[in-house]
């Protein structure tokens, strides 16, 4: 979804695919059955309101959209604004049209394809140019305002309203046949000089024209040939401020209409039956609509200004949205709380104050992010508003329309900028408007201000004196240094509760494992190209630093701006350049191009519905084909809807995806269609600790793990056995002591090659029971092979020793196992069994790991969760540790209901073992309470980081 305001909303002629633009400089296309995103198009653009989309049109054939706004002035000194051409398929920009006088509001394409209008502001009137040429056919500079819309009837006759309040009608061949002012104004004054007018629009049969009014809640229905008003509706209810926006029906016979409305609850969307004149209220936004466009089967679709997509049937009931993954920050002012040094955040997720959630920024990764308990509000404080500085000033939609001061004197800002939210001590104020966070003095002078792409709907003070932290209308957080207004830090919650991600100007980032998928930016290529959209998941090897993000309120503040910091890093981090081309559904095929960044491709791999289809070999071998066109059949045992291609590089990974047109489900249902791949690994014995207290000291203590090679050796016996059922072929290796294979690092790195035989259709399931550590910076996890080195592992966590750094080779590092599990094509699982309790000297968590699961498309099963340990079954009698032995007996189907289709999941399976496994810690605590005299409370709570879709990936048959 769009992270700011909706302005524009189309479909395409065939009502297939919609297409939108935003506040975030972004176009997007969407399918119209069910909302699903289809491609993200980002526009040329610069710091502030520099590519800022307000204005849309799309050519007949359905293939290109035209977009302008305040587009181009960053390159012409403010003076000439100018359009853009897109392919709606592949993004690609197509064609720059210069020379634009003012910004560009509206815009509009005839039915026959052959012209285009476009409405500009500030009084610099409307322009009609032959499509596609370019040529201007005519222009219409007598204009004392912006043109707000424009709009072509099925005979080519035109129609614009203007913020002049008036109205204009243009035959096809050009010529002005109709202008005046509406309300008509008395006597015999200058016309054009009245209220603002709102949309225009044709009736399907172009014999009428509908246009509302920004300052009144009336909809005029005007004859153009007549060139006489036929009818005007209104709405009594006094919260419903004005109806600037009409449409039709696609038969002619009803009208919709909304606008501003400042009550509570829902928007309301009108509608009229011409024939009787009824007015039906219908409740179905959640915000204020931005545009409402019927279909022709009498469903709508509407946009708001949340921003979000919604589905409309006939009955006013909503079919489809798309929302907003954010949070709704329009609650009240004293709703959210702080501590003094502004890292830790006690804030609701909507509007009416619910869904309270708990950030602290020096909290570890998985647990920094959660719902809010009882007591957590103890050292939380919310805004000041009683400081010493006041602030006066109307904190809505239309504050504009009023004075602001401070401490009584007036502030002076920007036309229409209104005030959300404000904050102060004893020396300044913090102010929210509609689209920057400022700061001013006693006196009302603005010391600093940032552009937002939303409203800054909350704004504090720490009380520390140090930040101003903004919650913005995107679903972000932003903290600036209350002197200088040097941005330190951002936080974008997501509204599952779960996700997020935290950053810094210099795109250092944590994240939760799949947060990095929601913030991105835009790297301008100046204006003849599309920018390129950077996600921070592209970077996820380079720029992932949750250290650096915990520090990033305690240091001070780096002189260098943040875009300097950035265009620093993606010139040495430049991405591979991916792009989809074409998906042919009939053919189940997707070809794509791929073009080398900084460092050259080293594998291409695409996705169907997050499932890897290419083999291991094809996507090494598709490295070699930079700037060529690929071709890749998805298999029919997979589903032909969402594609995503990435091409890796040792410094990022390029990314594009799609949904297609028209998706096709899978041939057959479920997932066990094709071989079930079992690599086993279980690590008894690590040689160099056992030599460690006769030879030299270690620091770290890792005691052997007897049960190891029995847990991998029955996980894969038991594979085996309760697989077949439902796999063409169950294939399996176990790589352990006491079975012939000692699971070194090279062992283990030829049983993981092995696995790149696998298919698209294939399951690949991966067991390692082993000692983990992660280093000091949560960055990076090692596994511990039985040759691993005392050294190695004693310089991951930050030991010092003389003489030259040890090497760490001899570990097994998330990076090099996500590796070896990318290059796999179907569903990869990874369960592993570490963090053991008896191991001392380092921590255990295995974060890191699940964190490059999900940038990997992987799925992990972790015996434990952050810190906490991992036990050995509570009876001694049980050669097993607690996690293995309730996955096995989850597998089997003897922890709890059995599906009916006998069928046991990834996601049921990890269900119904979490009982199992906190009984046996139960029981453990039980006797460590009986044997000493003191309370202990030992954890072990299993973690699961897998998509929807290997959630629901079949392992076992449970009969």
């Given at each position: 979804m769009h992270s700011a305001r909706i302005n524009q909303i189309r479909a395409t002629p065939d009502f297939e695919r919609l297409v939108t633009v935003s506040q975030d400089k972004t176009l997007r296309v969407w399918r119209a059955r069910d909302l699903a995103l289809m491609r993200v198009i980002a526009v040329p653009s610069e710091a502030g309101e520099e590519g800022a989309l307000r204005a849309l049109a799309i050519t007949p054939d359905a293939r290109e959209a035209i977009v302008g706004g305040w587009t181009g002035l960053a390159w012409s000194g403010g003076k000439r604004a100018q359009a853009y051409r897109f392919d709606l398929q592949t993004g690609r920009l197509l064609q720059v049209m210069r020379g634009f006088d003012g910004v560009i509001e509206s815009m509009a394409i005839s039915t026959d394809g052959r012209r285009l209008a476009i409405g500009l502001g500030g009084g610099a009137g409307l322009r009609v140019l032959d499509w596609p040429s370019g040529r201007e056919l005519w222009v219409d500079r007598e204009y004392a305002e912006r043109v707000n819309f424009v709009d072509f009837a099925i005979d080519g006759t035109l129609a614009t309203t203007s913020a002049d309040g008036c109205l204009r009608v243009y035959s096809p061949e050009g010529s002005l046949s109709f202008r005046a002012e509406y309300p008509p104004r008395e006597g015999s004054g200058t016309q054009c000089r009245g209220s603002e007018l709102g949309g225009v629009r044709f009736s399907p049969d172009g014999k009428a024209l509908a246009f509302g009014l920004q300052d009144r809640p009336e909809i005029v229905v005007f004859d153009p040939r007549q060139q006489q008003v036929q009818r005007r509706f209104t709405v009594e209810d006094p919260a419903q401020r004005s109806l600037c926006c009409p449409n039709w029906s696609a038969d002619g016979t009803r009208l919709h209409m909304h606008g501003a409305f400042a009550g509570d609850g829902p928007t309301p969307l009108y509608r009229v039956t011409l024939a009787s004149g009824a007015i039906e209220r219908l409740p179905v936004g959640r915000q204020r609509f931005t545009n409402v466009l019927p279909l022709p089967n009498g469903e709508l679709l509407v946009s708001t200004v949340a921003p979000s997509l919604a589905r409309v049937g006939r009955d006013g009931q909503v079919l489809a949205e798309a929302l907003p993954p954010n949070g709704d920050f329009r609650f009240a002012w004293n709703a959210w709380r702080l501590d003094a040094n502004a890292e830790t955040l006690l804030l609701p997720m909507d509007a009416a104050g619910g869904q309270r959630r708990m950030f602290r920024l020096a909290a570890p990764p998985?647990?920094?992010?959660?719902?809010?308990?009882?007591?957590?509000?103890?050292?939380?404080?919310?805004?000041?508003?009683?400081?010493?500085?006041?602030?006066?000033?109307?904190?809505?939609?239309?504050?504009?329309?009023?004075?602001?001061?401070?401490?009584?004197?007036?502030?002076?800002?920007?036309?229409?900028?209104?005030?959300?939210?404000?904050?102060?001590?004893?020396?300044?104020?913090?102010?929210?408007?509609?689209?920057?966070?400022?700061?001013?003095?006693?006196?009302?002078?603005?010391?600093?201000?940032?552009?937002?792409?939303?409203?800054?709907?909350?704004?504090?003070?720490?009380?520390?004196?140090?930040?101003?932290?903004?919650?913005?209308?995107?679903?972000?957080?932003?903290?600036?240094?209350?002197?200088?207004?040097?941005?330190?830090?951002?936080?974008?919650?997501?509204?599952?509760?779960?996700?997020?991600?935290?950053?810094?100007?210099?795109?250092?980032?944590?994240?939760?494992?799949?947060?990095?998928?929601?913030?991105?930016?835009?790297?301008?290529?100046?204006?003849?190209?599309?920018?390129?959209?950077?996600?921070?998941?592209?970077?996820?090897?380079?720029?992932?630093?949750?250290?650096?993000?915990?520090?990033?309120?305690?240091?001070?503040?780096?002189?260098?701006?943040?875009?300097?910091?950035?265009?620093?890093?993606?010139?040495?981090?430049?991405?591979?350049?991916?792009?989809?081309?074409?998906?042919?559904?009939?053919?189940?095929?997707?070809?794509?191009?791929?073009?080398?960044?900084?460092?050259?491709?080293?594998?291409?791999?695409?996705?169907?519905?997050?499932?890897?289809?290419?083999?291991?070999?094809?996507?090494?071998?598709?490295?070699?084909?930079?700037?060529?066109?690929?071709?890749?059949?998805?298999?029919?045992?997979?589903?032909?809807?969402?594609?995503?291609?990435?091409?890796?590089?040792?410094?990022?990974?390029?990314?594009?995806?799609?949904?297609?047109?028209?998706?096709?489900?899978?041939?057959?249902?479920?997932?066990?269609?094709?071989?079930?791949?079992?690599?086993?690994?279980?690590?008894?014995?690590?040689?160099?600790?056992?030599?460690?207290?006769?030879?030299?000291?270690?620091?770290?203590?890792?005691?052997?793990?007897?049960?190891?090679?029995?847990?991998?050796?029955?996980?894969?016996?038991?594979?085996?056995?309760?697989?077949?059922a439902l796999f063409s072929e169950v294939r399996s290796a176990v790589v352990a002591h006491h079975n012939g294979v000692a699971p070194t690092k090279a062992a283990i790195m030829r049983a993981l090659a092995a696995l790149q035989a696998a298919a698209a259709e294939d399951t690949v399931l991966v067991f390692l029971a082993s000692h983990?550590?992660?280093?000091?910076?949560?960055?990076?996890?090692?596994?511990?092979?039985?040759?691993?080195?005392?050294?190695?592992?004693?310089?991951?966590?930050?030991?010092?020793?003389?003489?030259?750094?040890?090497?760490?080779?001899?570990?097994?590092?998330?990076?090099?196992?996500?590796?070896?599990?990318?290059?796999?094509?179907?569903?990869?699982?990874?369960?592993?069994?570490?963090?053991?309790?008896?191991?001392?000297?380092?921590?255990?968590?295995?974060?890191?790991?699940?964190?490059?699961?999900?940038?990997?498309?992987?799925a992990t099963l972790s015996a434990a969760t952050g810190t906490e340990l991992s036990y050995e079954h509570a009876d001694p009698k049980i050669a097993h540790g607690g996690f293995t032995y309730a996955l096995l007996r989850a597998l089997r189907g003897e922890l709890g209901p059995q599906p009916s289709t006998h069928a046991m999941t990834l996601q049921t399976a990890f269900e119904q073992l979490l009982p199992e496994v906190k009984r046996n810690m139960d029981a453990i605590n039980a006797e460590e309470r009986r044997r000493k005299p003191v309370h202990v409370d030992f954890k072990q709570t299993p973690n699961l980081v897998a998509s929807p879709v290997l959630r629901e990936t079949a392992l076992t048959y449970a009969p």
């Open positions: 998985e647990t920094a992010f959660h719902e809010a308990r009882s007591g957590e509000e103890a050292g939380l404080a919310p805004p000041d508003r009683s400081g010493g500085i006041q602030v006066d000033a109307q904190l809505d939609d239309f504050g504009y329309k009023q004075p602001v001061r401070v401490n009584g004197q007036p502030l002076r800002l920007k036309a229409f900028q209104s005030v959300r939210s404000w904050a102060s001590d004893a020396s300044r104020a913090a102010l929210g408007t509609q689209w920057s966070v400022l700061v001013a003095d006693a006196r009302g002078r603005v010391l600093w201000e940032h552009d937002l792409p939303a409203p800054a709907y909350q704004v504090a003070l720490s009380g520390n004196g140090r930040w101003v932290v903004a919650a913005v209308g995107d679903g972000t957080l932003r903290w600036y240094d209350v002197t200088s207004g040097s941005e330190a830090m951002g936080l974008f919650l997501h509204r599952n509760g779960s996700d997020w991600i935290a950053w810094r100007p210099d795109g250092s980032y944590a994240s939760s494992p799949g947060g990095d998928e929601f913030l991105g930016w835009l790297r301008n290529r100046g204006d003849t190209r599309e920018p390129e959209f950077l996600r921070a998941v592209q970077f996820e090897r380079t720029l992932y630093r949750p250290d650096r993000v915990q520090a990033a309120l305690r240091e001070v503040l780096p002189t260098t701006t943040s875009r300097a910091v950035l265009e620093a890093a993606w010139t040495n981090l430049k991405a591979p350049e991916v792009r989809i081309e074409q998906l042919l559904p009939e053919r189940r095929e997707v070809r794509f191009s791929v073009r080398s960044g900084s460092a050259a491709v080293r594998e291409v791999g695409v996705y169907a519905d997050g499932i890897p289809v290419m083999p291991s070999l094809q996507r090494m071998q598709a490295k070699n084909a930079d700037l060529q066109t690929l071709s890749v059949t998805i298999p029919s045992s997979l589903p032909f809807d969402r594609i995503r291609v990435e091409a890796v590089s040792d410094r990022a990974i390029g990314i594009d995806e799609t949904a297609s047109l028209r998706p096709l489900a899978a041939a057959l249902t479920g997932s066990a269609k094709g071989r079930l791949w079992v690599l086993a690994i279980g690590v008894e014995r690590f040689d160099d600790f056992a030599r460690c207290k006769n030879t030299y000291d270690c620091g770290i203590r890792l005691p052997p793990l007897p049960n190891a090679p029995r847990d991998a050796a029955e996980v894969s016996a038991m594979l085996q056995e309760r697989g077949r983990g550590v992660a280093d000091t910076a949560g960055r990076e996890y090692y596994f511990v092979p039985a040759d691993g080195s005392v050294r190695a592992l004693e310089a991951v966590i930050g030991v010092q020793r003389p003489g030259a750094a040890p090497n760490l080779n001899s570990l097994l590092s998330a990076t090099e196992l996500s590796d070896a599990l990318r290059r796999l094509a179907g569903r990869r699982l990874l369960i592993i069994d570490t963090c053991h309790a008896g191991a001392v000297g380092f921590s255990g968590n295995p974060y890191a790991i699940n964190k490059r699961s999900a940038s990997a498309s992987f």
